[in-house]
Each structure stands twice: as C-alpha cells, then as structure tokens.
C-alpha cells in the first residue's frame, strides 16, 4: 500500500520534497465493522493546505507522520460490514494512499453510474461530492442570486469556479468571471458562456473590472481573497451578497505577505453582507442539490471540467502545487486505481 505521508509542517509555499513522504506498508486488513477500500481518484483540494497548519479551523491539523488527508472514491474490495459488500463504490476521507481501511460508517455508498448514464465516474464524483457542493450552496444558499443581477467569480475557471458561472448563468444572471491568463478567460467566454472574463493579472485589470461591472456587483462568489477582493468590495451595489468560499491567494502567504481587505467600508455604504461557509454544513441537503446537477446534466446544460494526473498515488505531492499555480484545468484528481 503506497502512501504519501505528511512529514513536516511548512511556512510558505510548501516543497513537496520536504513536506511529504513516500512510505510503503502491507495492505491493511479490515477490522470488523471495517471495509477496505481500493482507491480510484484522489481529489486534490486547496483545503489541504490550511490542514498543515497546526492553527484552529473546522478540523483538526494533519498530524505529522500521518497520511495526508484528502477525499476520495473507490471501490470496496473486502468488507466485514453488513452495510455495504465487495464492489460497492463509496466515497470519503481515505487519504493520500492506494487502500485505507475504515469504518464502514465513514463509506458512504455511491451510485452515480444509475442516474447518469454516460458520465464519466470523474465527472460524477466532481459534481456530486465536494466540489459540485460548495458551488451550489455557497452560491445559491449564501447570496440568493436573481434573475439579471450581476454575479462575479473569482477564481472562475477552476473546479468550484467554472461551475458556480454556470449556475448563475442557468439562473439568469450576468456573470462576470475573472481568472488567471487569455486561454482561461476565452475559455470561459466560448465554452461556459460568461458575459465578461477578466485576466486578473492584466495591468488594467481594475479598469476592466470597472468597465465591467457598469450597473455595480450584486453578488460575489470568493475562491480567492487579498487583492481581487478588495476591487470587488470598492464596486458594490446597495444590497449585495458576498460568499467568501476560499482565499487561495492568502493560503501560502506568510505574516509579511497576507493581504486583508482594506475596502470592507462599502459594506456600511452598501448594505452590503460578507459570509463565510464551510460545505459540509450543508450535508444533510446534498440531496437537493444532486438532484438538480443531474436535471442539468442530463438536459446538457452544464460542462464539468477534470484534469486527472495518471501517474498514481506518488504523483500528488508535485501535482497538488498546480493549484497555488494556476497549473489546473477544471478538477484536480489523481487516478490512484483503475476503474
Ligand atoms: P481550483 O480548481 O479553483 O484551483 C485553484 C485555482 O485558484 C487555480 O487554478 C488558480 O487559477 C487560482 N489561484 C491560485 N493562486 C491564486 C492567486 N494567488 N490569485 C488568484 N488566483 C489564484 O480549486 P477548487 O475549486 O478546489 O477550490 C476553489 C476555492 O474554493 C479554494 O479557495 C478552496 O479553498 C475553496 N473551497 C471552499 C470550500 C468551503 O467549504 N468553503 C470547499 C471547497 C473548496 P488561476 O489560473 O485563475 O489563477
């Protein structure tokens, strides 16, 4: 069982080399009540970062020596649980490793292959776990998007990005994305039909954000924070909706570099809300929101994004860097196993 464990706590933007390391143990038999899950597709997160810190948050730092943590989906492939029987398919924290034996509990069964025929099974769990999650909730339960208000993105062509700009466009807002560099921002101009996409390292950015946003921003959807959400804040309109989803610019940042809003005055003016939500809040509604993605994705109106690293388990240390870089099209994964 290859397994990358997480051997030192970094300060800044963190080496791989020296931050994991790549261990070799005999496959882990389940106890009862266990089941052993083979891995299929790890999911790399920005999360992971914020995990290393030993800092207060929603959960508890990963400790040194452990397994990195991270969800993932794969296949069980022994069980001594009545709950759920070899070949099923299940989702859940199982780490940075090829099989992780664990309480049948914290397996949840997963059936994507019966509602939506022909997708593929790294779409599926992008769009009905974590990712498709936080966009739909901490898009539509924390700012109530109406039709013809304007909704910007930031990080807009990433995994909860490029998704959020579709549900506000299905919504009937004016979506303004902005992202890093021209391919990402035709891309999703052509491809996910924003009205307006921003190169947020531009030198006019600010300008073109203005010119942009003529009738002001209605809503926010933040995967980024520091400078980006500073401009966002000096052009609200009366009224609007900040969901603080992320602050990947802030994640690596160190004291000398952090960078908090300095604009959150036009909240007093505006009225305005800033809120900050973590996903798993939501999870007795997940329900809801599968049933409307696979309404969406049957009727073609939504396009999921995957970029999958092949090269097993060993890779995701190097690969996890892609998202502090901007390096990832759509959804993170690492193919651990076979289909
Ligand atoms: P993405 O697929 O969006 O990947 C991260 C992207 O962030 C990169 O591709 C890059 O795109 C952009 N980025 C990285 N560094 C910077 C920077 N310094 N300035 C501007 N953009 C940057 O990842 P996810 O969709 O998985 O996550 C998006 C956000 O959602 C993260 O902040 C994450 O922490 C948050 N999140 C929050 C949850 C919650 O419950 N609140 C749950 C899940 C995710 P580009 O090329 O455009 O720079």
Known sequence: NTQIRFVKRPTGLYDPADTFK????PVPQPKDGQVLVRIIY???D???RGWMNDTRSYVPPVGINDVMRGSAVGEVVESKSDALKVGDIVTGTFGWQEYAAVDAKQATP?????ELPGVPLSKAFTVLNMTGMTAYFGL????DPQPGETVVVSGAAGATGSLVVQIAKIKGCRV????????KCRYLKEELGVDAALDYRSSTFKQDFAAATPDYVNVFFDNVGGDILDTVLGRLAKGARISICGAISQYNATEAEARGPRNYTSLIAQRAKMQGFIVFDYADRYGEAAKEYIQWLKEGKLKVAVDIQEDGVTCA???SLKLFKGGNKGKLLVKVGSE
């Open 110 to 114: 997963w059936h994507p292959g019966s």
């Open 317 to 319: 240390p190097e690969a």
């Open 42 to 44: 790890l999911s790399l």
């Open 140 to 143: 539509l339960d924390v700012t």
């Open 22 to 25: 790549v261990v070799k143990e």
């Open 46 to 48: 920005p999360a992971m």
């Open 176 to 183: 303004v994305g902005i992202a890093g560099g021209e391919e």
